[in-house]
């Protein structure tokens, strides 16, 4: 099975474990100009967890509803690695430091490491989720972790440090 085939099965997942029924945890934006080439965001909104898969030019038909169509394997991707990082850090206790980061503000070799650490275990606990979904097929969800990987380590070299 391809992380597209448990697409809808992880989308509900989260949908669980995020937040109350009535609040959708899950959605699609349309991608902001962003200093790290970022696919989603695992971020609080008025206290809850949400998840943000982005798009480049417009969110799919239901923004609050998994697109099956457009790029399932993709979205399955991104949604396990930010579900990974609700898992790893569900009080959001390091978004500060990424915000730091993402505004060009200096950091300490302590904080990039800090980061790249979650990006990594975030990757492997989405990769776990989709697993335990029956996923056997990784070569997309690798390809998606390898170039994410790069991007955060890339970025933050060029974030000056304290």
């Known amino acids: 099975m391809t992380p597209g085939d448990c697409f809808k099965h992880?989308?509900?997942r989260a949908?669980?474990?995020?937040?109350?029924?009535?609040?959708?945890?899950v959605v699609y934006h349309v991608k902001p100009a962003m200093a790290f080439d970022e696919e989603g965001l695992c971020k609080r909104d008025n206290d809850l967890p949400k998840i943000v898969l982005?798009?480049?030019d417009r969110t799919p038909p239901s923004a609050q509803d998994p697109d099956l169509l457009t790029?399932?394997?993709?979205?399955?991707?991104?949604l396990?690695?930010?579900?990974?990082h609700f898992l790893s850090d569900p009080t959001d206790r390091l978004h500060p430091v990424?915000?730091?980061?993402?505004?060009?503000?200096p950091l300490t070799p302590e904080e990039k490491g800090h980061i790249v650490?979650?990006?990594e275990k975030a990757w492997n606990l989405g990769r776990a989720a989709l697993a335990d979904l029956g996923c056997n097929e990784w070569g997309?969800?690798?390809?998606l972790r390898d170039r994410g990987l790069r991007t955060y380590r890339e970025g933050l070299a060029k974030v000056p440090e304290k």
Do not use: N, S, T
């Not at 669980?16 to 959708?24: D, I, N, V």
């Not at 990424?98 to 503000?105: F, H, I, L, S, V």
């Open 10 to 12: 992880l989308w509900e």
């Open 15 to 25: 949908e669980r474990e995020l937040g109350p029924p009535a609040k959708r945890a």
């Open 54 to 56: 982005y798009r480049r």
């Open 71 to 78: 790029q399932p394997v993709q979205d399955a991707c991104i």
């Open 80 to 84: 396990a690695h930010e579900f990974g």
């Open 98 to 105: 990424y915000e730091r980061a993402r505004a060009g503000q």
């Open 117 to 119: 650490a979650e990006e």
């Open 140 to 143: 997309e969800f690798e390809r």
